[in-house]
Protein backbone atom coordinates (compact mmCIF):
# COMPACT_ATOMS: atom_id res chain seq x y z
CA UNK A 1 0.00 0.00 0.00
CA UNK A 2 1.55 3.33 -1.53
CA UNK A 3 0.37 6.62 -1.32
CA UNK A 4 0.48 7.01 -5.22
CA UNK A 5 -1.89 3.71 -5.77
CA UNK A 6 -4.24 5.38 -3.33
CA UNK A 7 -4.12 8.57 -4.65
CA UNK A 8 -4.98 6.70 -8.33
CA UNK A 9 -8.14 4.74 -7.05
CA UNK A 10 -9.23 8.38 -5.05
CA UNK A 11 -10.23 9.32 -8.57
CA UNK A 12 -12.03 5.63 -9.83
CA UNK A 13 -15.96 6.44 -11.01
CA UNK A 14 -17.80 4.40 -8.63
CA UNK A 15 -21.12 5.19 -9.61
CA UNK A 16 -22.78 1.72 -8.73
CA UNK A 17 -24.82 -0.30 -10.92
CA UNK A 18 -28.21 -0.86 -8.72
CA UNK A 19 -28.59 -3.91 -6.52
CA UNK A 20 -27.32 -6.94 -7.06
CA UNK A 21 -30.21 -9.77 -7.13
CA UNK A 22 -30.21 -13.08 -9.08
CA UNK A 23 -26.66 -12.75 -10.17
CA UNK A 24 -27.01 -10.02 -12.12
CA UNK A 25 -27.00 -5.76 -11.19
CA UNK A 26 -30.34 -4.26 -11.39
CA UNK A 27 -32.41 -0.70 -11.26
CA UNK A 28 -34.54 -2.45 -9.28
CA UNK A 29 -39.10 -1.35 -9.16
CA UNK A 30 -38.88 2.24 -9.51
CA UNK A 31 -35.45 2.76 -10.86
CA UNK A 32 -35.00 5.70 -7.51
CA UNK A 33 -31.61 6.80 -6.29
CA UNK A 34 -30.60 8.38 -3.25
CA UNK A 35 -27.06 10.66 -3.18
CA UNK A 36 -24.11 8.98 -0.94
CA UNK A 37 -22.01 12.39 0.11
CA UNK A 38 -18.15 11.73 0.69
CA UNK A 39 -17.12 12.63 4.77
CA UNK A 40 -13.58 13.44 3.21
CA UNK A 41 -14.97 16.45 1.68
CA UNK A 42 -18.71 16.61 1.66
CA UNK A 43 -19.28 16.74 -2.14
CA UNK A 44 -21.65 14.18 -3.73
CA UNK A 45 -19.80 10.93 -4.11
CA UNK A 46 -22.22 8.08 -5.89
CA UNK A 47 -26.38 7.62 -6.82
CA UNK A 48 -26.80 4.36 -4.58
CA UNK A 49 -30.16 2.28 -6.07
CA UNK A 50 -33.04 3.20 -3.48
CA UNK A 51 -35.06 -0.36 -3.41
CA UNK A 52 -38.14 -0.97 -2.45
CA UNK A 53 -40.38 -3.55 -0.96
CA UNK A 54 -41.08 -5.03 -4.12
CA UNK A 55 -37.43 -5.26 -4.61
CA UNK A 56 -36.41 -7.08 -1.43
CA UNK A 57 -39.29 -9.22 -2.63
CA UNK A 58 -38.11 -10.47 -5.53
CA UNK A 59 -34.62 -10.77 -4.24
CA UNK A 60 -35.67 -13.23 -1.40
CA UNK A 61 -37.67 -15.05 -3.92
CA UNK A 62 -34.79 -15.23 -5.96
CA UNK A 63 -32.53 -16.66 -2.47
CA UNK A 64 -35.42 -18.83 -2.24
CA UNK A 65 -35.75 -20.64 -5.82
CA UNK A 66 -31.43 -21.14 -5.30
CA UNK A 67 -31.84 -22.62 -1.98
CA UNK A 68 -34.80 -24.95 -2.36
CA UNK A 69 -32.73 -26.08 -5.86
CA UNK A 70 -29.85 -27.03 -4.09
CA UNK A 71 -27.25 -25.30 -6.41
CA UNK A 72 -25.24 -23.93 -3.51
CA UNK A 73 -27.44 -25.40 -0.56
CA UNK A 74 -26.87 -29.40 -1.79
CA UNK A 75 -23.18 -28.60 -2.88
CA UNK A 76 -20.40 -30.62 -1.31
CA UNK A 77 -19.15 -28.40 1.73
CA UNK A 78 -15.38 -28.90 -0.24
CA UNK A 79 -17.12 -27.95 -3.22
CA UNK A 80 -18.80 -24.92 -1.36
CA UNK A 81 -15.03 -24.21 0.27
CA UNK A 82 -13.70 -24.09 -3.64
CA UNK A 83 -15.76 -21.27 -4.53
CA UNK A 84 -15.53 -19.13 -0.97
CA UNK A 85 -11.62 -19.85 -0.93
CA UNK A 86 -11.31 -18.05 -4.77
CA UNK A 87 -13.76 -15.39 -3.12
CA UNK A 88 -11.14 -14.98 -0.83
CA UNK A 89 -8.50 -14.54 -3.48
CA UNK A 90 -10.50 -11.91 -5.73
CA UNK A 91 -10.92 -9.62 -2.36
CA UNK A 92 -7.39 -10.08 -2.03
CA UNK A 93 -6.36 -9.35 -5.69
CA UNK A 94 -8.53 -6.19 -5.21
CA UNK A 95 -8.07 -4.91 -1.49
CA UNK A 96 -6.40 -1.56 -1.96
CA UNK A 97 -9.47 -0.67 -4.69
CA UNK A 98 -11.79 -1.94 -2.82
CA UNK A 99 -10.04 -0.76 0.74
CA UNK A 100 -10.47 3.05 -1.02
CA UNK A 101 -13.80 2.55 -1.99
CA UNK A 102 -15.13 1.74 1.56
CA UNK A 103 -12.89 4.82 2.58
CA UNK A 104 -15.14 7.14 0.15
CA UNK A 105 -17.92 6.40 1.40
CA UNK A 106 -17.67 5.75 5.12
CA UNK A 107 -14.57 7.55 6.25
CA UNK A 108 -12.28 4.88 8.07
CA UNK A 109 -8.58 5.94 7.99
CA UNK A 110 -6.70 3.51 4.75
CA UNK A 111 -4.21 2.30 7.26
CA UNK A 112 -6.94 0.45 9.36
CA UNK A 113 -9.79 0.24 6.45
CA UNK A 114 -7.11 -1.56 4.75
CA UNK A 115 -6.55 -4.46 7.33
CA UNK A 116 -9.59 -3.90 9.17
CA UNK A 117 -11.47 -4.10 6.06
CA UNK A 118 -10.62 -5.35 2.81
CA UNK A 119 -7.68 -8.22 4.51
CA UNK A 120 -10.22 -9.30 7.12
CA UNK A 121 -12.70 -10.02 4.69
CA UNK A 122 -10.13 -11.98 2.63
CA UNK A 123 -9.61 -13.87 6.20
CA UNK A 124 -13.03 -14.28 7.36
CA UNK A 125 -13.79 -16.01 3.70
CA UNK A 126 -11.06 -18.24 4.28
CA UNK A 127 -11.82 -18.65 7.68
CA UNK A 128 -15.29 -20.57 6.98
CA UNK A 129 -14.65 -21.90 3.39
CA UNK A 130 -12.18 -24.17 5.58
CA UNK A 131 -14.51 -25.11 8.20
CA UNK A 132 -17.01 -25.91 6.53
CA UNK A 133 -15.84 -29.51 5.19
CA UNK A 134 -14.95 -29.97 8.83
CA UNK A 135 -18.34 -29.83 10.86
CA UNK A 136 -20.01 -33.08 11.79
CA UNK A 137 -23.26 -33.95 12.59
CA UNK A 138 -23.98 -36.71 15.44
CA UNK A 139 -24.61 -40.39 16.38
CA UNK A 140 -26.76 -40.20 19.33
CA UNK A 141 -26.29 -42.68 22.29
CA UNK A 142 -29.15 -44.65 21.65
CA UNK A 143 -30.78 -48.11 22.15
CA UNK A 144 -29.40 -50.94 20.20
CA UNK A 145 -32.55 -50.97 17.83
CA UNK A 146 -32.66 -47.22 16.58
CA UNK A 147 -30.32 -44.67 15.28
CA UNK A 148 -30.49 -41.26 16.36
CA UNK A 149 -28.66 -38.95 13.79
CA UNK A 150 -27.96 -34.84 14.80
CA UNK A 151 -27.60 -33.43 11.31
CA UNK A 152 -26.63 -29.85 10.36
CA UNK A 153 -29.16 -28.47 8.00
CA UNK A 154 -28.88 -25.21 6.18
CA UNK A 155 -31.63 -22.86 7.73
CA UNK A 156 -33.00 -21.23 4.23
CA UNK A 157 -32.60 -17.04 3.22
CA UNK A 158 -30.31 -15.41 5.37
CA UNK A 159 -31.28 -11.70 5.60
CA UNK A 160 -28.19 -9.45 6.67
CA UNK A 161 -28.07 -6.15 7.65
CA UNK A 162 -25.36 -4.12 8.52
CA UNK A 163 -23.91 -0.47 9.93
CA UNK A 164 -21.85 2.20 7.96
CA UNK A 165 -19.04 1.43 10.25
CA UNK A 166 -16.77 -1.78 9.20
CA UNK A 167 -19.79 -2.58 6.65
CA UNK A 168 -16.89 -5.01 4.62
CA UNK A 169 -15.61 -6.74 8.24
CA UNK A 170 -19.08 -7.04 9.49
CA UNK A 171 -21.12 -7.65 6.47
CA UNK A 172 -18.10 -10.60 6.14
CA UNK A 173 -18.37 -11.68 9.15
CA UNK A 174 -22.31 -12.34 8.65
CA UNK A 175 -22.39 -13.61 4.87
CA UNK A 176 -18.76 -15.93 4.89
CA UNK A 177 -20.45 -17.97 7.56
CA UNK A 178 -24.36 -17.81 5.92
CA UNK A 179 -22.93 -19.20 3.06
CA UNK A 180 -20.29 -21.79 3.77
CA UNK A 181 -22.75 -23.59 5.55
CA UNK A 182 -25.28 -23.53 2.50
CA UNK A 183 -27.51 -20.53 3.11
CA UNK A 184 -28.83 -18.39 0.42
CA UNK A 185 -28.74 -14.26 1.66
CA UNK A 186 -30.10 -10.94 0.91
CA UNK A 187 -27.82 -8.14 2.29
CA UNK A 188 -28.71 -5.18 3.17
CA UNK A 189 -25.94 -2.74 3.33
CA UNK A 190 -26.38 1.12 5.50
CA UNK A 191 -27.99 3.36 2.83
CA UNK A 192 -24.15 5.63 3.20
CA UNK A 193 -22.00 2.67 3.32
CA UNK A 194 -23.14 0.09 0.36
CA UNK A 195 -20.16 0.50 -2.15
CA UNK A 196 -17.49 -2.15 -0.85
CA UNK A 197 -20.54 -4.72 -0.04
CA UNK A 198 -21.75 -4.60 -3.98
CA UNK A 199 -18.18 -5.23 -5.01
CA UNK A 200 -18.29 -8.28 -2.95
CA UNK A 201 -21.41 -9.43 -5.02
CA UNK A 202 -19.72 -8.93 -8.06
CA UNK A 203 -16.23 -10.98 -6.78
CA UNK A 204 -18.80 -13.73 -5.00
CA UNK A 205 -20.50 -14.04 -8.87
CA UNK A 206 -16.85 -13.96 -10.46
CA UNK A 207 -15.69 -16.53 -7.89
CA UNK A 208 -18.62 -19.01 -9.03
CA UNK A 209 -21.44 -18.24 -6.29
CA UNK A 210 -24.27 -19.57 -8.13
CA UNK A 211 -27.71 -16.38 -8.94
CA UNK A 212 -29.59 -15.78 -6.35
CA UNK A 213 -27.50 -17.41 -3.82
CA UNK A 214 -26.27 -13.89 -2.84
CA UNK A 215 -27.99 -10.79 -3.28
CA UNK A 216 -27.25 -7.24 -2.48
CA UNK A 217 -30.43 -5.01 -1.91
CA UNK A 218 -29.19 -1.28 -1.34
CA UNK A 219 -31.36 2.02 -0.06
CA UNK A 220 -33.00 3.07 3.16
CA UNK A 221 -33.65 1.43 6.69
CA UNK A 222 -36.97 2.49 7.01
CA UNK A 223 -37.80 0.88 3.88
CA UNK A 224 -35.50 -2.31 2.64
CA UNK A 225 -34.48 -3.04 5.97
CA UNK A 226 -37.97 -2.91 7.22
CA UNK A 227 -39.50 -5.03 4.19
CA UNK A 228 -36.68 -7.71 4.84
CA UNK A 229 -37.42 -8.34 8.48
CA UNK A 230 -41.09 -8.32 7.58
CA UNK A 231 -40.60 -11.01 4.67
CA UNK A 232 -42.54 -14.23 5.11
CA UNK A 233 -39.24 -16.18 3.69
CA UNK A 234 -37.05 -15.10 5.30
CA UNK A 235 -35.99 -17.81 7.73
CA UNK A 236 -33.22 -15.57 10.39
CA UNK A 237 -32.11 -12.04 10.40
CA UNK A 238 -28.92 -11.41 11.42
CA UNK A 239 -27.74 -7.63 12.30
CA UNK A 240 -25.15 -5.14 13.82
CA UNK A 241 -26.49 -1.54 14.31
CA UNK A 242 -28.47 0.04 16.93
CA UNK A 243 -30.69 -0.71 19.86
CA UNK A 244 -33.53 1.00 18.23
CA UNK A 245 -33.57 -0.55 14.94
CA UNK A 246 -32.47 -4.35 16.78
CA UNK A 247 -36.40 -3.74 18.82
CA UNK A 248 -37.95 -3.03 15.23
CA UNK A 249 -36.66 -6.30 13.91
CA UNK A 250 -37.96 -8.18 16.92
CA UNK A 251 -41.47 -6.66 16.69
CA UNK A 252 -41.13 -6.87 12.61
CA UNK A 253 -40.06 -10.86 13.42
CA UNK A 254 -43.36 -11.05 15.81
CA UNK A 255 -45.88 -9.74 13.18
CA UNK A 256 -44.17 -11.91 10.52
CA UNK A 257 -42.81 -15.30 10.74
CA UNK A 258 -41.04 -15.52 14.07
CA UNK A 259 -37.59 -15.70 12.10
CA UNK A 260 -34.48 -15.87 14.40
CA UNK A 261 -32.84 -12.46 14.96
CA UNK A 262 -29.22 -12.38 15.81
CA UNK A 263 -28.48 -8.68 17.12
CA UNK A 264 -25.28 -6.79 18.00
CA UNK A 265 -26.04 -3.56 19.28
CA UNK A 266 -22.98 -1.90 20.54
CA UNK A 267 -21.91 -0.75 23.66
CA UNK A 268 -20.16 2.09 25.96
CA UNK A 269 -17.26 -0.38 27.41
CA UNK A 270 -15.45 0.27 30.48
CA UNK A 271 -11.71 0.54 29.84
CA UNK A 272 -10.60 -0.29 33.64
CA UNK A 273 -7.09 1.08 34.28
CA UNK A 274 -5.60 0.03 38.08
CA UNK A 275 -3.34 2.00 39.92
CA UNK A 276 -0.68 -1.53 39.56
CA UNK A 277 -1.14 -1.85 35.83
CA UNK A 278 2.34 -2.91 33.91
CA UNK A 279 2.49 -0.39 32.27
CA UNK A 280 1.16 2.70 32.67
CA UNK A 281 2.29 4.41 29.71
CA UNK A 282 1.77 1.55 27.79
CA UNK A 283 -2.07 1.68 29.08
CA UNK A 284 -2.16 5.36 28.23
CA UNK A 285 -1.40 5.17 24.45
CA UNK A 286 -3.44 1.78 23.49
CA UNK A 287 -6.36 3.20 25.49
CA UNK A 288 -6.18 6.35 23.12
CA UNK A 289 -6.22 3.95 20.24
CA UNK A 290 -9.30 2.08 21.83
CA UNK A 291 -11.29 4.85 21.72
CA UNK A 292 -10.29 7.65 19.28
CA UNK A 293 -9.24 5.50 16.33
CA UNK A 294 -11.77 5.66 13.35
CA UNK A 295 -13.09 8.30 15.21
CA UNK A 296 -14.83 6.32 17.41
CA UNK A 297 -17.34 4.57 15.35
CA UNK A 298 -16.22 1.04 16.62
CA UNK A 299 -18.64 -1.14 18.66
CA UNK A 300 -16.67 -2.05 20.95
CA UNK A 301 -14.86 1.07 21.07
CA UNK A 302 -13.40 1.74 24.96
CA UNK A 303 -15.56 4.46 25.34
CA UNK A 304 -16.02 5.23 29.32
CA UNK A 305 -12.36 5.31 31.04
CA UNK A 306 -12.54 4.06 34.54
CA UNK A 307 -9.48 5.22 36.27
CA UNK A 308 -8.08 4.34 39.97
CA UNK A 309 -8.22 7.12 42.41
CA UNK A 310 -4.68 7.62 42.86
CA UNK A 311 -3.30 7.94 39.31
CA UNK A 312 -6.40 9.47 37.94
CA UNK A 313 -4.53 13.07 37.34
CA UNK A 314 -1.47 11.21 36.16
CA UNK A 315 -3.54 8.88 34.21
CA UNK A 316 -5.73 11.61 32.28
CA UNK A 317 -2.97 13.80 31.35
CA UNK A 318 -0.86 11.37 29.78
CA UNK A 319 -4.06 10.24 27.57
CA UNK A 320 -5.13 13.43 26.81
CA UNK A 321 -1.27 14.42 25.49
CA UNK A 322 -2.02 11.14 23.30
CA UNK A 323 -5.78 12.52 22.22
CA UNK A 324 -3.79 15.56 21.13
CA UNK A 325 -1.64 13.88 19.20
CA UNK A 326 -3.36 12.24 16.74
CA UNK A 327 -2.98 13.33 13.01
CA UNK A 328 -6.79 14.00 12.18
CA UNK A 329 -7.36 14.74 8.53
CA UNK A 330 -8.10 12.88 4.97
CA UNK A 331 -8.77 9.12 5.72
CA UNK A 332 -7.24 8.70 2.30
CA UNK A 333 -3.62 10.08 3.00
CA UNK A 334 -1.29 7.61 4.82
CA UNK A 335 -0.37 9.86 7.01
CA UNK A 336 -3.79 10.78 9.16
CA UNK A 337 -4.14 8.28 12.16
CA UNK A 338 -8.05 9.27 12.38
CA UNK A 339 -10.17 9.94 9.35
CA UNK A 340 -13.56 11.73 9.61
CA UNK A 341 -16.64 10.94 11.26
CA UNK A 342 -18.76 9.52 8.53
CA UNK A 343 -21.54 12.40 8.27
CA UNK A 344 -23.07 15.57 9.70
CA UNK A 345 -25.99 14.46 11.60
CA UNK A 346 -23.36 11.94 13.13
CA UNK A 347 -20.68 14.61 13.74
CA UNK A 348 -23.73 17.35 15.32
CA UNK A 349 -24.69 14.39 17.53
CA UNK A 350 -21.03 13.94 18.61
CA UNK A 351 -20.79 17.81 19.66
CA UNK A 352 -24.25 18.06 21.27
CA UNK A 353 -23.69 15.11 23.65
CA UNK A 354 -20.09 16.90 24.40
CA UNK A 355 -22.28 20.19 25.01
CA UNK A 356 -24.81 18.24 27.39
CA UNK A 357 -21.97 16.66 29.05
CA UNK A 358 -21.01 19.87 29.70
CA UNK A 359 -24.16 21.13 30.98
CA UNK A 360 -24.57 18.38 33.51
CA UNK A 361 -20.89 19.45 35.00
CA UNK A 362 -17.94 17.11 33.16
CA UNK A 363 -15.06 18.88 32.53
CA UNK A 364 -13.46 18.94 28.59
CA UNK A 365 -9.96 18.12 28.82
CA UNK A 366 -9.07 18.27 25.32
CA UNK A 367 -11.59 18.02 22.09
CA UNK A 368 -15.16 18.65 21.18
CA UNK A 369 -14.75 20.64 18.07
CA UNK A 370 -15.04 20.34 14.75
CA UNK A 371 -12.14 20.48 12.68
CA UNK A 372 -10.53 20.61 9.50
CA UNK A 373 -13.91 22.92 8.18
CA UNK A 374 -12.02 24.50 5.32
CA UNK A 375 -12.06 20.79 3.84
CA UNK A 376 -15.63 20.66 3.76
CA UNK A 377 -15.08 16.99 4.86
CA UNK A 378 -16.49 15.76 8.84
CA UNK A 379 -13.74 15.70 11.34
CA UNK A 380 -13.70 15.92 15.02
CA UNK A 381 -11.22 16.72 17.48
CA UNK A 382 -10.56 13.80 19.91
CA UNK A 383 -12.16 14.52 22.87
CA UNK A 384 -11.74 13.83 26.80
CA UNK A 385 -14.09 14.29 29.20
CA UNK A 386 -13.39 14.49 33.15
CA UNK A 387 -16.59 14.50 35.94
CA UNK A 388 -18.29 12.53 34.19
CA UNK A 389 -21.14 10.58 36.88
CA UNK A 390 -23.22 7.20 36.99
CA UNK A 391 -26.16 8.88 36.13
CA UNK A 392 -24.72 11.25 33.27
CA UNK A 393 -26.42 10.97 29.44
CA UNK A 394 -22.36 10.72 28.46
CA UNK A 395 -21.73 7.52 31.16
CA UNK A 396 -24.87 5.81 29.99
CA UNK A 397 -25.31 6.06 26.48
CA UNK A 398 -23.32 5.47 23.11
CA UNK A 399 -21.60 8.45 21.27
CA UNK A 400 -20.33 6.43 18.21
CA UNK A 401 -17.60 8.87 17.80
CA UNK A 402 -14.41 10.30 19.48
CA UNK A 403 -15.14 11.25 23.33
CA UNK A 404 -13.87 9.59 25.98
CA UNK A 405 -15.83 9.84 29.36
CA UNK A 406 -14.05 9.66 32.35
CA UNK A 407 -14.32 8.63 35.81
CA UNK A 408 -12.75 8.05 39.26
CA UNK A 409 -12.67 4.71 41.08
CA UNK A 410 -11.44 3.70 44.66
CA UNK A 411 -10.91 -0.20 44.65
CA UNK A 412 -11.88 -3.41 42.69
CA UNK A 413 -15.85 -3.43 43.85
CA UNK A 414 -16.25 -0.37 42.80
CA UNK A 415 -14.54 -0.92 39.30
CA UNK A 416 -16.89 -3.73 38.98
CA UNK A 417 -19.95 -1.76 39.61
CA UNK A 418 -18.87 1.34 37.40
CA UNK A 419 -18.39 -1.13 34.75
CA UNK A 420 -21.47 -3.08 34.84
CA UNK A 421 -23.46 0.24 35.60
CA UNK A 422 -25.17 0.69 32.25
CA UNK A 423 -27.65 -1.02 30.17
CA UNK A 424 -24.32 -2.94 27.51
CA UNK A 425 -22.40 -5.43 27.81
CA UNK A 426 -20.35 -5.82 25.09
CA UNK A 427 -16.77 -5.20 25.61
CA UNK A 428 -14.34 -4.24 28.57
CA UNK A 429 -10.68 -3.61 29.61
CA UNK A 430 -8.75 -4.35 32.61
CA UNK A 431 -5.06 -2.99 33.20
CA UNK A 432 -3.48 -4.61 36.36
CA UNK A 433 -0.45 -7.06 36.98
CA UNK A 434 -2.30 -9.04 39.42
CA UNK A 435 -3.52 -11.90 37.51
CA UNK A 436 -6.06 -12.91 40.31
CA UNK A 437 -8.00 -9.50 39.92
CA UNK A 438 -7.32 -9.92 36.54
CA UNK A 439 -9.74 -13.07 36.69
CA UNK A 440 -11.95 -11.52 38.91
CA UNK A 441 -12.54 -8.88 36.59
CA UNK A 442 -13.21 -11.32 33.66
CA UNK A 443 -15.55 -12.39 35.98
CA UNK A 444 -17.38 -9.88 37.01
CA UNK A 445 -17.37 -7.78 34.08
CA UNK A 446 -20.72 -8.35 32.39
CA UNK A 447 -19.55 -8.22 28.40
CA UNK A 448 -19.11 -10.48 25.36
CA UNK A 449 -15.27 -9.80 25.95
CA UNK A 450 -12.52 -8.32 28.90
CA UNK A 451 -9.41 -7.53 27.28
CA UNK A 452 -6.76 -7.33 29.58
CA UNK A 453 -3.83 -5.27 29.60
CA UNK A 454 -4.43 -4.37 25.72
CA UNK A 455 -7.89 -3.25 24.55
CA UNK A 456 -9.29 -4.23 21.16
CA UNK A 457 -7.07 -7.07 18.73
CA UNK A 458 -9.21 -9.81 18.80
CA UNK A 459 -8.86 -11.74 15.90
CA UNK A 460 -11.24 -14.56 14.30
CA UNK A 461 -10.33 -17.41 16.06
CA UNK A 462 -12.73 -16.05 19.30
CA UNK A 463 -16.43 -15.21 19.02
CA UNK A 464 -18.10 -11.83 19.67
CA UNK A 465 -21.16 -10.78 20.82
CA UNK A 466 -23.09 -8.91 23.46
CA UNK A 467 -25.06 -9.66 26.67
CA UNK A 468 -27.83 -7.33 28.40
CA UNK A 469 -29.14 -4.34 25.20
CA UNK A 470 -25.99 -4.89 23.05
CA UNK A 471 -27.65 -7.89 21.80
CA UNK A 472 -27.47 -11.76 21.42
CA UNK A 473 -25.81 -14.38 19.38
CA UNK A 474 -21.92 -14.38 17.80
CA UNK A 475 -19.81 -13.39 15.07
CA UNK A 476 -16.70 -14.38 14.11
CA UNK A 477 -14.96 -18.04 15.68
CA UNK A 478 -16.93 -21.68 15.08
CA UNK A 479 -19.89 -20.80 16.99
CA UNK A 480 -20.69 -18.07 14.70
CA UNK A 481 -21.55 -21.29 12.46
CA UNK A 482 -24.12 -22.25 14.44
CA UNK A 483 -26.77 -19.99 13.84
CA UNK A 484 -26.70 -20.44 9.96
CA UNK A 485 -27.76 -24.12 10.53
CA UNK A 486 -30.81 -25.87 12.17
CA UNK A 487 -30.18 -29.44 14.33
CA UNK A 488 -32.25 -31.78 12.30
CA UNK A 489 -32.80 -34.95 14.10
CA UNK A 490 -33.28 -38.30 11.85
CA UNK A 491 -34.81 -41.79 14.34
CA UNK A 492 -34.39 -44.46 12.53
CA UNK A 493 -36.01 -47.76 13.84
CA UNK A 494 -33.69 -50.61 12.63
P1 LIG B 1 -26.51 3.23 13.07
O1 LIG B 1 -26.76 4.09 14.24
O2 LIG B 1 -25.28 2.40 13.12
O3 LIG B 1 -26.73 3.91 11.75
P2 LIG B 1 -28.93 1.82 12.51
O4 LIG B 1 -29.53 0.75 13.32
O5 LIG B 1 -29.73 3.03 12.23
O6 LIG B 1 -27.59 2.12 13.24
O7 LIG B 1 -28.45 1.26 11.11
C1 LIG B 1 -27.86 -0.01 10.93
C2 LIG B 1 -28.51 -0.68 9.74
O8 LIG B 1 -29.88 -0.87 10.03
C3 LIG B 1 -28.46 0.15 8.45
O9 LIG B 1 -28.27 -0.71 7.35
C4 LIG B 1 -29.83 0.76 8.42
O10 LIG B 1 -30.27 1.10 7.12
C5 LIG B 1 -30.68 -0.36 8.97
N1 LIG B 1 -31.98 0.06 9.50
C6 LIG B 1 -32.33 1.26 10.02
N2 LIG B 1 -33.64 1.26 10.38
C7 LIG B 1 -34.12 0.02 10.10
C8 LIG B 1 -35.40 -0.62 10.25
N3 LIG B 1 -36.44 0.02 10.75
N4 LIG B 1 -35.52 -1.92 9.88
C9 LIG B 1 -34.44 -2.58 9.38
N5 LIG B 1 -33.24 -2.03 9.19
C10 LIG B 1 -33.07 -0.75 9.53
Known amino acids: MDQASINALRALDVTPRGHFINGAFCAGETGAQHQVLSPIDGLPLAQIAEGSPADVDTAVRAARVAFEDGRWSRMAPAARKKVLLKLGDLIEAHALEIAVLGVRDNGTEIN ?198 EIFEDFVAEITLHADGFRVGDPLDLKSQIGAVHSLPELEANLDFVTQAEAEGAERRTGGTRILTETGGYYMAPTVMTGVKQSDNLFQNEVFGPVLAVTPFKNEDEAIRLANATEYGLAAGVWTANLSRAHRMVAGIRAGVVHVNTYGGADLTVPLGGVGQSGNGHDKSLHALDKYFDLKTAWIKI
Open 112 to 309: MAYKAEALSAVATFRYYAEAIDKVYGQIAPTSQDVLGLVHHAPVGVVGAIVPWNFPLMIGSWKIAPALAAGNSVVLKPAESASLSLLKIAELAAEAGVPDGVFNVVTGRGAVVGEALALSMDVDIMVFTGSGATGRRLLENSARSNLKRCYLELGGKSPNIIFADAPDLAEAAKISAAGIFRNSGQVCVAGSRLLVQQ
